[in-house]
């Protein structure tokens, strides 16, 4: 009787325990899934982790020069920024037991592109509601407000003041605001498309190659068309807003990764195969699997913890479901559920292999919407043609003609990046959507598919050559 109640109160507790401290699993979702309550609760995490001062420490960590040039335009760029996030959500995560489940949200901006040409909606914020809940870009403060983060400045941006950023600060600095741009007269570009971000992801032939492919487009376009403070190559996570989109380019490391797994085999998968891990050098510094993830910055005392029990060094970071005690996964649907699943024969007349994959832990559902059904019948319609008329390449083709859409069909035009973004960026190219545009334009690089505007007129009720 006795060992009966022991065995009955270690049980009770066990189970009191697996609540408080453990979640089932750490799933990330879009934000367009969260219910009502879970966006409440992140917002409320994110305007605590404000007030607290964690937020600023992470901040400061990102804005740190040394940091921020090993994190960009190098190697290991989507690694640097995996183990930032992680941290940024295990630090949510402690802030009272109430948030100990949260995980980051995803910004889908691929679905929200599938929205934007299907004329579901116009502007990046009437696209994303992740951007109108998280305080949209037309409450301002009505005093002229302080506008520099850590010394940079925002002349001509509106210092946007609803929650959560009427809570944020820069250590002892409380703005109250964060510029943004103006996102109800911004529109999406082909760059955050599925075809250029499906291209992206598989055209490269080794991890670096894909890696700066995923840096250019989606990853620096999608600043660059936030504008304000997400524009900055340092301060950028002082918009919430950028937890969202990287969670998105960490998305596609992970989709990366898994078709790369289901080609090769998960024993092949390691660190000494250039497709799944490469070196290079930064500065002087040559950073290999083995290089301990870089960090410096007064303030990293303050959240060093949040790091603890993660591989630090970068090739310990190629799989988000072996991080662990902070391992991950995703949920994934639409568009992106389906580049998952079916990899490089996402969207063509290729059999995908379907059947023989996993998901390795992420919850994944395939593309189910009409939208997803006519956008995927636009792409068969450009592979049958290409096959008809023998011409290789279709990729490149679809995503020609998906510019020129972009630029007749839709209320956007396709722009390059200013200037001084591509300065601070380190970008020397023409944005790859605009350099196709003009290329067509001009002749040098011209759509062959030749009935093209018959293709697009079908599907999209609009030729767009003009
Ligand atoms: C997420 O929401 C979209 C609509 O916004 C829906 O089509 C999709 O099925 C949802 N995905 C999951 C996994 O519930
Ligand atoms: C993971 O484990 C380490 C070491 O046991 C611990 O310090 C850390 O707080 C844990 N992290 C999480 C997110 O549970
Ligand atoms: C485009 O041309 C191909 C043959 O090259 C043909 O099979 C297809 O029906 C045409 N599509 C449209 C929409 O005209
Ligand atoms: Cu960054």
């Given at each position: 009787?006795?060992?009966?109640?022991?065995?009955?109160?270690?049980?009770?507790?066990?189970?009191?325990?697996?609540?408080?401290?453990?979640?089932?699993?750490?799933?990330?979702?879009?934000?367009?899934?969260?219910?009502?309550?879970?966006?409440?609760?992140?917002?409320?995490?994110?305007?605590?982790?404000?007030?607290?001062?964690?937020?600023?420490?992470?901040?400061?960590?990102?804005?740190?020069?040394?940091?921020?040039?090993?994190?960009?335009?190098?190697?290991?760029?989507?690694?640097?920024?995996?183990?930032?996030?992680?941290?940024?959500?295990?630090?949510?995560?402690?802030?009272?037991?109430?948030?100990?489940?949260?995980?980051?949200?995803?910004?889908?901006?691929?679905q929200h592109n599938l929205d934007y040409i299907s004329q579901r909606c116009t502007d990046i914020q009437s696209c994303s509601s992740i951007l109108r809940d998280l305080g949209g870009s037309s409450s301002t403060l009505p005093a002229a407000p302080l506008q520099t983060i850590r010394s940079y400045s925002f002349p001509g941006f509106r210092c946007i003041a609803s929650p959560p950023l009427n809570h944020f600060c820069d250590g002892t600095d409380c703005m109250g605001c964060v510029p943004r741009g103006q996102w109800t007269s911004t529109y999406f570009n082909p760059d955050l498309n599925f075809n250029r971000v499906k291209q992206s992801i598989f055209s490269g032939t080794s991890m670096a190659m894909v890696t700066a492919a995923i840096e250019l487009s989606p990853h620096d376009s999608m600043h660059d068309t936030l504008s304000g403070a997400m524009a900055?190559?340092?301060?950028?996570?002082?918009?919430?807003?950028?937890?969202?989109?990287?969670?998105?380019?960490?998305?596609?490391?992970?989709?990366?990764?898994?078709?790369?797994?289901?080609?090769?085999?998960?024993?092949?998968?390691?660190?000494?195969?250039?497709?799944?891990?490469?070196?290079?050098?930064?500065?002087?510094?040559?950073?290999?699997?083995?290089?301990?993830?870089?960090?410096?910055?007064?303030?990293?005392?303050?959240?060093?913890?949040?790091?603890?029990?993660?591989?630090?060094?970068?090739?310990?970071?190629?799989?988000?479901?072996?991080?662990?005690?902070?391992?991950?996964?995703?949920?994934?649907?639409?568009?992106?559920?389906?580049?998952?699943?079916?990899?490089?024969?996402?969207?063509?007349?290729?059999?995908?292999?379907?059947?023989?994959?996993?998901?390795?832990?992420?919850?994944?559902?395939?593309?189910?919407?009409?939208?997803?059904?006519?956008?995927?019948?636009?792409?068969?319609?450009?592979?049958?043609?290409?096959?008809?008329?023998?011409?290789?390449?279709?990729?490149?083709?679809?995503?020609?003609?998906?510019?020129?859409?972009?630029?007749?069909?839709?209320?956007?035009?396709?722009?390059?990046?200013?200037?001084?973004?591509?300065?601070?960026?380190?970008?020397?190219?023409?944005?790859?959507?605009?350099?196709?545009?003009?290329?067509?334009?001009?002749?040098?690089?011209?759509?062959?598919?030749?009935?093209?505007?018959?293709?697009?007129?079908?599907?999209?009720?609009?030729?767009?050559?003009?």
């Amino acid at each position: 009787m006795e060992e009966f109640l022991f065995k009955l109160l270690c049980i009770a507790l066990l189970l009191i325990l697996n609540v408080e401290s453990a979640c089932v699993s750490r799933t990330r979702k879009a934000w367009d899934n969260y219910s009502a309550a879970d966006k409440k609760l992140f917002i409320k995490a994110i305007t605590t982790a404000m007030d607290r001062g964690f937020y600023s420490d992470f901040l400061a960590l990102h804005a740190d020069q040394m940091t921020n040039q090993q994190a960009h335009n190098t190697c290991i760029f989507l690694f640097w920024h995996r183990i930032f996030l992680v941290g940024f959500e295990n630090m949510l995560q402690s802030l009272a037991p109430e948030y100990a489940c949260i995980t980051l949200p995803y910004y889908d901006y691929i679905q929200h592109n599938l929205d934007y040409i299907s004329q579901r909606c116009t502007d990046i914020q009437s696209c994303s509601s992740i951007l109108r809940d998280l305080g949209g870009s037309s409450s301002t403060l009505p005093a002229a407000p302080l506008q520099t983060i850590r010394s940079y400045s925002f002349p001509g941006f509106r210092c946007i003041a609803s929650p959560p950023l009427n809570h944020f600060c820069d250590g002892t600095d409380c703005m109250g605001c964060v510029p943004r741009g103006q996102w109800t007269s911004t529109y999406f570009n082909p760059d955050l498309n599925f075809n250029r971000v499906k291209q992206s992801i598989f055209s490269g032939t080794s991890m670096a190659m894909v890696t700066a492919a995923i840096e250019l487009s989606p990853h620096d376009s999608m600043h660059d068309t936030l504008s304000g403070a997400m524009a900055n190559l340092f301060v950028s996570p002082a918009d919430p807003v950028f937890y969202g989109h990287h969670a998105t380019i960490d998305v596609l490391l992970t989709i990366y990764h898994k078709c790369l797994v289901d080609d090769i085999g998960q024993e092949a998968a390691v660190v000494d195969d250039q497709r799944v891990f490469e070196g290079c050098t930064v500065g002087s510094r040559a950073i290999t699997a083995a290089s301990r993830v870089f960090m410096r910055s007064s303030r990293l005392k303050n959240i060093q913890k949040f790091f603890d029990g993660l591989p630090m060094q970068y090739g310990g970071l190629i799989d988000a479901t072996k991080l662990g005690n902070s391992s991950y996964t995703y949920e994934l649907s639409g568009l992106l559920g389906t580049l998952f699943t079916d990899c490089k024969a996402a969207g063509t007349r290729q059999r995908s292999s379907r059947k023989l994959t996993s998901a390795y832990g992420h919850v994944v559902h395939p593309l189910s919407s009409d939208d997803g059904e006519t956008f995927m019948s636009w792409r068969r319609a450009i592979f049958d043609a290409a096959m008809e008329q023998k011409i290789p390449n279709v990729e490149d083709e679809v995503e020609k003609i998906m510019v020129m859409l972009y630029e007749f069909c839709l209320p956007g035009k396709v722009t390059d990046y200013s200037d001084a973004f591509k300065k601070q960026w380190g970008i020397a190219r023409v944005r790859p959507s605009k350099a196709l545009l003009d290329a067509i334009q001009d002749g040098t690089n011209p759509i062959r598919i030749s009935n093209w505007t018959s293709i697009n007129e079908k599907y999209y009720q609009c030729p767009g050559n003009k």
